[in-house]
């Protein structure tokens, strides 16, 4: 694939749930492309079908398929010193659980303190705004080419390779 220039797409989420439990669940479907960047393109999980194998869609575009960021309650700024902090203030160690009742609202309570104090430690995001723009494939392989050649002369230092 390496060689020929190929991409594989997929979900990246597994395609066959065997009903065997000592098997793991495995991603058999995916396609592979070529001439075509994988901003272009978008895979999903076709979950109608009660099976023991999910098939996959995928669509080309024309434009540049975004993708929206998964969710997360922490990014790389949270100050994990604070969310412990936080944590420890607010756990309350003699709750009882005796019954399941208890057992439930306990975890509730645990998993609110959990996501109030990773919020209070964990500053908001500024969000960058990008235009819709569609890239030429021929530019896209004149970056790709520019950026290996500067990748190979910082390995090499080579005054031939600086002037590639």
């Known amino acids: 694939m390496q060689e020929e220039n190929h991409l594989h797409l997929s979900s990246r989420e597994p395609t066959y749930w065997p009903s065997d439990p000592n098997k793991l669940p495995d991603l058999l479907d995916f396609f592979i492309t070529k001439g075509t960047s994988a901003h272009y393109a978008e895979i999903v999980s076709n979950l109608d079908l009660t099976s023991?194998?999910?098939?996959?869609?995928?669509?080309?575009s024309t434009t540049v398929v975004y993708r929206s960021p998964k969710p997360s309650l922490y990014n790389k700024h949270t100050d994990w010193g604070m969310f412990k902090e936080n944590v420890r203030k607010n756990l309350k160690p003699d709750v009882r659980l005796k019954t399941e009742r208890e057992i439930d609202e306990a975890t509730n309570e645990f998993i609110t303190i959990i996501?109030?104090?990773?919020?209070?430690?964990?500053?908001?995001?500024?969000?960058?705004?990008?235009?819709?723009?569609?890239?030429?494939?021929?530019?896209?392989?004149?970056?790709?080419?520019?950026?290996?050649?500067?990748?190979?002369?910082?390995?090499?230092?080579?005054?031939?390779?600086?002037?590639?």
């Open 52 to 60: 023991d194998h999910t098939p996959v869609i995928g669509t080309n």
């Open 115 to 164: 996501q109030r104090a990773v919020r209070a430690a964990s500053p908001i995001p500024t969000k960058t705004i990008r235009q819709n723009v569609n890239i030429p494939q021929e530019i896209l392989r004149l970056v790709r080419e520019k950026r290996r050649a500067r990748a190979k002369w910082h390995r090499t230092q080579n005054p031939v390779d600086k002037n590639l």
